[in-house]
């Protein structure tokens, strides 16, 4: 792939919906960086937003526009194009978190890091950002 990718897992589409900070970092870097998610990191955004946003008191209508504002930006990748590594995929993180296996796939699949605030990427083979440190990749 040509220039910077990155491939952003649930919690960051989350944040992004939620805060301020991390959506402010993806919109600003759409210039220098392509963002991509596993269809399924939307899907456990969707599911689990409605409940996070009532527990904070945030209007979940508007919250949930911001996420699919989001999807104008961050590029879902349908399973289709991932799953073929599901097996390494599945070797590299099974022993931390199994059902984070699409979005390391959609990384090794793309040569790119991985955006998350989830430990279980840490060793698999695959960069791993945080959002602390995001800023200077997106530079």
Same mark, same amino acid.
């Given at each position: 792939? =040509?220039?910077?990718?990155? $491939? +952003?897992?649930? =919690?960051?589409?989350? #944040?992004?919906?939620?805060?301020? #900070? $991390?959506?402010?970092?993806?919109? !600003?870097? @759409? ?10 990191? /939307?899907?456990?955004? #969707?599911? /689990? ?15 949930? +526009?911001?996420?699919? %504002?989001?999807? !104008?930006? @961050? %590029?879902?990748? =349908?399973?289709?194009? /991932?799953?073929?590594? %599901?097996?390494?995929?599945? %070797?590299?993180?099974? @022993? ?6 699409? $979005?390391? &796939?959609?990384?090794?699949?793309? !040569? ?14 695959? &960069? ?8 200077? /990749? +997106?530079?």
């Amino acid at each position: 792939m =040509n220039g910077k990718a990155i $491939v +952003l897992d649930a =919690n960051i589409l989350i #944040r992004a919906v939620m805060g301020k #900070r $991390v959506r402010e970092l993806i919109f !600003g870097g @759409v210039t220098t960086v392509k963002f991509f998610a596993p269809d399924v990191a /939307y899907a456990d955004a #969707r599911k /689990y937003l409605p409940a996070l946003l009532i527990k904070r008191g945030i209007d979940s209508s508007a919250a949930m +526009l911001v996420l699919d %504002q989001l999807e !104008g930006v @961050v %590029q879902s990748i =349908n399973a289709e194009l /991932y799953e073929g590594i %599901q097996q390494q995929a599945l %070797q590299r993180i099974a @022993v931390r978190d199994a059902d984070d296996w699409p $979005v390391l &796939a959609c990384a090794m699949t793309l !040569g790119c890091p991985v955006w998350t605030e989830d430990s279980d990427f840490f060793g698999t083979g695959v &960069a791993t950002w945080t959002s602390d440190r995001i800023a200077l /990749y +997106l530079e």
